[in-house]
């Protein structure tokens, strides 16, 4: 795999813009099949260039112009904003007060920094592939309340490029809601709750809410691989002692008598599961799993409808790694030490250049630009992930068409 | 009497379409109101809701909302300032319409700011949950019927299929119950306040909420309603703030706080008629201080000063019979004998205590109502002289007091920001001579109290009044009654009858 320099971004940077960055798709994604007047052209894009001067409330008259853009600019980072009530880009010719962000998607970012005080292997904004299933199981139990509950169709769960995951959701009727909406639905998915001050951030009473017990089912799976033994939560004196301070007093006393006799984290949890099934209506073994598994999501991200998200397949400037789409269908397999970073791709470009240049030139050569950068990225290891932006994007134009054809049936009844 | 006759008269004339402008006692204020109303009718509609929703408030921090005391307060509240208390009145048309006016005035009023929307939709939403609470089965059937609210019950197989998931959504039921319980199933939206705290079943993308919580609904419905047209009635506000009649009302409005009302008297006894005069010039705010000299000048003050003035002399201290005795010896001195005065004047001074007709014991005008409410016409002497009288005149009356030039440019500045209670302030600083008074002016008995602090508190005044005054009560009576033949603006303002209300209000 070919190391990446922050320095020679500058460098790689217009070959991805021209080669690599799949803009036909991502074109359409935004455009939202030209459904309503002008959305493409008032959202807003950010984008940050070098020596970090971040561009806001930029927009265009269509993703060619967008595109062109890029290539000229070279951002570091782009960013996607709302769709406004004007053009961004006249933010300033119009009144201050009427100048309004209308729809966004609703995003979610979950960041492996805010579950430093549950996981031993890493910190800040380093991640390693065993505190990885963490946003595993948060992408499963997010996933499954958007789709079960809300009733939403489509997601993109996307790598954000260093240590977390965000979600788009792009359904019509939800990019619609308010901030009200927004903030009402995060707090539904919110189980885990308080700062450093707070030692018990679960607190669950009975009924237990579907929600809560559905989303425990999605992480029984993964507790015992994760928490037990990857995290090794019971392993020593130090690290059991911040999951007792989670039980009722006299459970606390007892388990610290008895944990240093057992082997492992394993028999240890055993014992603890053991004692808490004698003393209901006691939830102390549910609420120490989801303390320790459950997704933790920025309010503030979701909240906001004018609330900027970096956008998919930009680069990350500090490790290379491109945002890129995650197949829900391969989660598990998921590995984001294997997302291709900028100079890998440019590197596999440059090979694959090479390859083609000793089969023959001419064929090549009589091509058309656009069809060359359709088979570009074909060439590299980013390919699987522009498939699959490429089938949400698919699937967004047929339910589309299926709600046009909907609506075209229930005309003809007339 | 002329005028209630006529109102009665024209009630009756309307009485078809009465009925379907408003349906019900309660109502979401989705349509601002299109009839003219008298700039009078305006004020005294917008104080009576500023003050129903600071009772909201203070019941609100004082009691249990939802408690028996709680709802009995509010109710006897709700009566007093006429607004729609029970629902099951039918012919409370016009407390409906007051209730619909006062409203959108407020909107208009607390649009302005983020923090006076807030304050104002907490007021509105408490008031609404009280009102609501209040229907009946049957009404309650109705009004979601009017609001657009109905939502389908779901099947007894769909119950029976999600019973556990529906009991475990639902805090506070008992097993057995989810079967004898109706549920709804709700667009997410309505039931956002519901879902955000898993009070309620999600299943793709609706809400099953019981009866029991569909005020939950009816709240959330009503508060995403208002909040939003409160967001638009802020966009069209530079419409109204131009409007030079509205604008320092609303102003005014979305600024006052309705402080104590100095009702209960703590010195009743103590002030000796004597002392009024000097009182008068040391600690009477200026609206007093002239209403006195008028007074004194012509022996004589129309219903608006005699109220104005009355209660604000019961507030420091007059006893009833002070009072009668104080106002029979200045009469009598004009052109009302004492058996006149016993006939026509004597009755409104007990009133005023509470003594004749409702009983009520009537409290001294704050700030806010003098300067909101019944403005002074000709021959009038009551009102706020920061507000009610000409600049100019007010200038030569400040100059009159021997108050120095800086000051006077200084309240001059106030008066052209509309800062009424500010210039008072100023004011009161100045005759005090400090710098910072320490306390924020809404009240005239509240000027009063402090003045006497003040001064008993040992501080010395440097100008002691009581000398020059002779010469300086001639001078400005003079000049005064040069000002009542100059026609101020308020009083051509009195009387405009206030159109298109509704245009203020837009639809988006
Ligand atoms: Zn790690």
Redesign the pocket.
């Known amino acids: 795999m070919a190391g990446f320099e922050p320095g020679s971004l500058p460098d790689l940077l217009p070959l991805y813009y021209r080669r690599l960055f799949p803009h036909g798709p991502y074109g359409r994604w935004l455009s939202y099949g030209g459904v309503v007047k002008n959305y493409f052209q008032r959202r807003e894009f950010s984008f940050t260039l070098r020596d970090d001067i971040y561009v806001r409330y930029q927009s265009f008259n269509s993703p060619q112009e967008l595109e062109k853009e890029m290539q000229k600019m070279n951002p570091y980072k782009i960013d996607v904003g709302a769709v406004y009530s004007h053009r961004p880009s006249q933010c300033n010719t119009v009144h201050r007060g009427a100048f309004q962000a209308q729809e966004k998607e609703l995003v979610f970012d979950i960041d492996m920094t805010d579950y430093d005080d549950v996981?031993s292997?890493?910190s800040s904004a380093?991640?390693?592939s065993?505190?990885w299933t963490l946003m595993t199981i948060a992408i499963r139990v997010i996933d499954r309340a958007l789709v079960e509950d809300f009733g939403v169709k489509h997601r993109l769960w996307v790598y954000s490029g260093r240590r977390g995951v965000h979600c788009w959701v792009c359904d019509d009727a939800v990019r619609k809601w308010s901030s009200a909406m927004r903030s009402a639905t995060v707090e539904y998915l919110t189980l885990v709750k308080g700062g450093s001050e707070t030692v018990k951030k679960v607190n669950l009473t009975d009924p237990i809410h579907p929600f809560i017990s559905n989303s425990l089912s999605l992480v029984e799976p993964y507790f015992e691989e994760y928490a037990l033994v990857g995290q090794d939560i019971l392993g020593s004196n130090e690290s059991w002692e911040k999951v007792v301070a989670l039980v009722p007093e006299h459970i606390l006393r007892l388990l610290l008598r008895e944990f240093p006799k057992k082997r492992d984290s394993l028999q240890r949890w055993e014992l603890l599961k053991n004692k808490m099934d004698k003393c209901r209506p006691s939830h102390a073994e549910s609420e120490i799993m989801l303390q320790f598994c459950f997704p933790r999501l920025d309010i503030n991200v979701s909240k906001g409808v004018s609330h900027l998200l970096k956008s998919p397949f930009s680069v990350h400037p500090k490790t290379g790694r491109v945002s890129v789409p995650i197949d829900l269908q391969k989660l598990d397999q998921f590995d984001p030490f294997a997302v291709p970073t900028i100079s890998r791709l440019c590197s596999e470009l440059d090979t694959a250049h090479e390859e083609e240049e000793e089969d023959g030139e001419k064929e090549n050569e009589a091509e058309p630009v656009p069809k060359r950068r359709t088979r570009d990225y074909k060439k590299t290891s980013l390919a699987p992930y522009v498939r699959v932006f490429e089938r949400f994007v698919e699937e967004m134009d047929k339910s589309r068409k299926g709600e046009l054809l909907r609506k075209s049936d229930l005309q003809g009844d007339f | 009497m002329e005028f209630s006759r006529e109102k009665r008269l024209k009630g009756r004339l309307a009485g078809d379409r009465r009925g379907d402008l408003y349906p019900h006692s309660l109502q979401f204020y989705l349509q601002p109101p299109t009839e003219n109303i008298s700039l009078a009718e305006f004020e005294n509609f917008a104080i009576d809701r500023l003050k129903l929703l600071k009772v909201v408030e203070n019941l609100g921090v004082s009691y249990v909302k939802g408690s028996d005391e709680y709802k009995s307060r509010l109710e006897r509240e709700i009566r007093k300032l006429k607004f729609p208390y029970k629902a099951l009145v039918e012919d409370d048309y016009d407390a409906r319409r007051k209730d619909h006016i006062s409203h959108f005035i407020l909107r208009l009023a607390y649009c302005q700011s983020e923090d006076l929307r807030r304050w104002f939709i907490q007021q509105e939403m408490d008031l609404f949950r009280y009102r609501f609470n209040a229907l009946t089965g049957d009404l309650v059937e109705k009004f979601l019927k009017y609001v657009n609210l109905s939502y389908g019950a779901i099947s007894k197989e769909v119950k029976e299929k999600f019973a556990v998931q529906l009991r475990n959504s639902t805090p506070g039921l008992g097993g057995a119950k989810v079967e004898e319980l109706e549920f709804y199933k709700v667009p997410l939206q309505d039931a956002m306040d519901l879902f955000r705290v898993r009070r309620v079943y999600l299943l793709n993308g609706f809400a099953y909420v019981p009866h029991t919580d569909i005020v939950a609904i009816v709240l959330n419905n009503y508060r995403t309603k208002l909040s939003k047209a409160l967001a638009l009635t802020a966009r069209s506000l530079p419409a109204v703030q131009s409007d030079e009649r509205l604008q320092p009302l609303l102003n005014h409005l979305s600024h006052s706080y309705v402080g104590p009302d100095y009702s209960i008297q703590k010195n009743v006894g103590k002030i000796s008629l004597e002392h009024i005069d000097a009182l008068s010039v040391k600690s009477f705010p200026l609206c007093m201080r002239q209403l006195n000299k008028a007074l004194r000048d012509n022996h004589h003050l129309r219903h608006g000063g005699r109220m104005q003035y009355g209660l604000f002399l019961k507030g420091i201290g007059l006893t009833l019979e002070q009072a009668l005795q104080f106002w029979k010896s200045e009469f009598i001195k004009g052109k009302v004998d004492a058996d006149k005065f016993d006939k026509g004047y004597a009755y409104s001074i007990r009133h005023n205590y509470g003594k004749e007709g409702k009983r009520t014991d009537y409290t001294p005008f704050s700030c806010m109502k003098i300067i909101l409410s019944n403005p002074p016409s000709q021959g009038d002497y009551h009102g706020c002289p920061f507000r009610h009288s000409d600049p100019e005149l007010l200038k030569q009356k400040l100059q009159s007091y021997k108050i120095p030039p800086t000051g006077i440019t200084q309240v001059l500045e106030l008066v052209k920001g509309m800062h009424y209670q500010l210039a008072c302030q100023k004011y009161f600083q100045l005759t005090h001579d400090v710098d910072d008074i320490g306390f924020s002016l809404n009240h005239p008995n509240q000027y009063f109290a402090e003045s006497q602090k003040l001064l008993s508190g040992g501080r010395e005044v440097k100008k002691e009044p009581s000398e020059p005054e002779s010469s300086q009560q001639k001078l400005s009576s003079q000049k005064r009654t040069n000002s009542c033949s100059i026609p101020t603006s308020s009083n051509t303002e009195a009387d405009t009858e206030l159109e298109g209300l509704d245009a203020y209000f837009t639809e988006d």
């Open positions: 996981r292997c890493c380093e991640i390693c065993k505190c």
